[in-house]
């Protein structure tokens, strides 16, 4: 299978073409934002690649052993530096989520738990590059 994704740039306006019914394109307007002001966003994509492929995932693994949930608070934290070549790189990536469950399902969380350890497609994707840590917890439900 393959996807592509394309990328185009008018001005300070950038697009990137997904070709998703949900997703769509993706518009970076960097109209009036000053330059050194303009960096980050491919760390930020990055990033927010990582928590939606984990939180799909981890959605789709207690879905399909009936574990109920009611919250689900994902953030990925990224750290910055350079390479042995002195490039700039991200290093490492710290995905944590917090799961809201009832209680008496902790055990199957545990188990959740567990298949979620080697991440999701994006994350698993970086486990060469970059150093990978995640923290999976839950958290009980009034």
Sequence with gaps: ??????????GDVH???TGG??????????TGVPVEERGGT???LLGASAVYC??????????????RYGSLDISATLDVGVNDKAQSRVLKMI???????????????????RVM??????TGSL????DMEYHLSSTWLD
Excluded: P, W
């Design 1 to 10: 299978m393959q996807m592509t994704v394309s990328y185009s740039r008018k």
């Design 15 to 17: 697009a990137i073409h």
């Design 21 to 30: 019914k949900a997703l769509g394109d993706i518009i970076i307007d960097n």
């Design 42 to 44: 491919a760390k930020q």
């Design 54 to 67: 984990y939180a799909s995932s981890l959605t789709a693994a207690m879905e399909a052993r009936g574990l």
């Design 95 to 113: 995905v944590q989520a917090v799961v809201g469950i009832e209680e008496e399902d902790q055990d199957l969380f545990d188990r959740v738990a």
């Design 117 to 122: 350890k080697g991440g999701c497609l994006v």
């Design 127 to 130: 486990h060469d590059g970059i």
